[in-house]
């Protein structure tokens, strides 16, 4: 299972983990949660980490930009931003596949390095107006 984990103690700095196989299931739950997080409607930035997922099936990537193109009007205006750590070119491919598909209500950008992806969501905190 890959039901990310979801670390708010550096709030609005939110770290969600992904790792191992991931299934409908898991992108579902996910989905579900972060959406309770955007409905308290309190600003926050996402380091979503995916360096340890293994590449999900073309459906599943579907299933992903469903869920981001149904939540996307939810998320416009509370995620300031999504810092996302890979740790390859096939899943930074992906990431482009799903963003095609689905852009978000948000600025995203791909990194290999976590402490590049989290000095960028903080500096866009920081332009939000939102101390970390």
Request: proline content about 6%.
């Amino acid at each position: 299972m890959a039901v990310p984990t979801i670390d708010e103690s550096g709030w609005p700095l939110v770290h969600v983990r992904w790792a191992g196989h991931v299934s409908g299931d898991d992108i579902d739950a996910h989905f579900d949660e972060m959406l309770a997080v955007v409905a308290r409607g309190q600003r926050f930035g996402l380091v979503m980490s995916i360096a340890e997922l293994d590449n999900p099936t073309a459906a599943l990537r579907r299933r992903a930009a469903d869920r981001l193109k149904a939540s996307a009007a939810a998320a416009a205006g509370v995620i300031v931003c999504n810092g996302h750590v890979v740790a390859s070119t096939t899943v930074r491919g992906i990431l482009t596949a799903i963003y095609w598909l689905s852009p978000p209500p948000f600025p995203t950008k791909v990194f290999t390095d976590p402490k590049e992806a989290e000095g960028w969501v903080r500096s866009q905190l920081a332009s939000a107006g939102l101390s970390v």
